[in-house]
T-cell receptor, first 111, second 114 residues
Framework: DAKTTQPPSMDCAEGRAANLPCNHS???????VYWYRQIHSQGPQYIIH???NNETNEMASLIITEDRKSSTLILPHATLRDTAVYYC????????????FGKGTMLLVSP | KAGVTQTPRYLIKTRGQQVTLSCSPI?????VSWYQQTPGQGLQFLFE???????NKGNFPGRFSGRQFSNSRSEMNVSTLELGDSALYLC?????????????FGQGTRLTVV
């Protein structure tokens, strides 16, 4: 599985956009990029995923570079409830639904 | 629709005992995966079941086992518990599994081994 690299922590002011980067330079052509987040003591929550094109849903936007070696998760208007650990994951190339979690980025949204 | 339900939420067991955890996936989901989360190792994949068959397995000892029933509900069992098995055990369900699909996690079962 492709390895991902994320900053250990980031800060964001409430109401501002939070841009969380992720490097995945060894990603294979058929591997998807997933983002999940985990609020303290809860199960991880799916946010968004994509293959090549940028994606947007009601929670966030995912920007994947043309060479697919990195991506950015954008929370357009961060709230205090967005404080969580954010995981960038590259799906297993085996095709099965196995998620390999790294250490993620702890995003702290402050008033 | 109802989410993924894990029972029990909390459990305390003694070393050497065995434990069974239960997971009810979202209705219609056929893939169920199990993960272990500890402060030291983070979230680690245990195994995945699809249509009552184990389809993928992580790097855990044979003391960790699971099964899936015809209604897609799944159980995992840990035998001969060790102190290091204390963790949050998470279950995730998805429609078919595979790469282009999202997984939905339950709240987890927090197991403490004393």
């Amino acid at each position: 599985d492709a390895k991902t690299t994320q900053p250990p922590s980031m800060d964001c002011a409430e109401g501002r956009a939070a841009n969380l980067p992720c490097n995945h330079s060894t990603i294979s052509g058929n591997e998807y990029v997933y983002w999940y987040r985990q609020i303290h003591s809860q199960g991880p929550q799916y946010i968004i995923h994509g293959l090549k094109n940028n994606e947007t849903n009601e929670m966030a936007s995912l920007i994947i570079t043309e060479d697919r070696k990195s991506s950015t998760l954008i929370l357009p208007h961060a709230t205090l409830r967005d404080t969580a650990v954010y995981y960038c994951i590259v799906s297993a190339s085996s095709g099965y639904s196995t998620l390999t979690f790294g250490k993620g980025t702890m995003l702290l949204v402050s008033p | 629709k109802a989410g993924v339900t894990q029972t029990p939420r909390y459990l305390i067991k003694t070393r050497g005992q065995q434990v069974t955890l239960s997971c009810s996936p979202i209705s219609g989901h056929r893939s169920v995966s199990w993960y272990q989360q500890t402060p030291g190792q983070g979230l680690q994949f245990l195994f995945e079941y699809f249509s009552e068959t184990q389809r993928n397995k992580g790097n855990f000892p044979g003391r960790f086992s699971g099964r899936q029933f015809s209604n897609s509900r799944s159980e995992m069992n840990v035998s001969t518990l060790e102190l290091g098995d204390s963790a949050l055990y998470l279950c995730a369900s998805s429609l078919e599994g595979g790469m282009n699909t999202e997984a939905f996690f339950g709240q987890g079962t927090r197991l403490t081994v004393v």
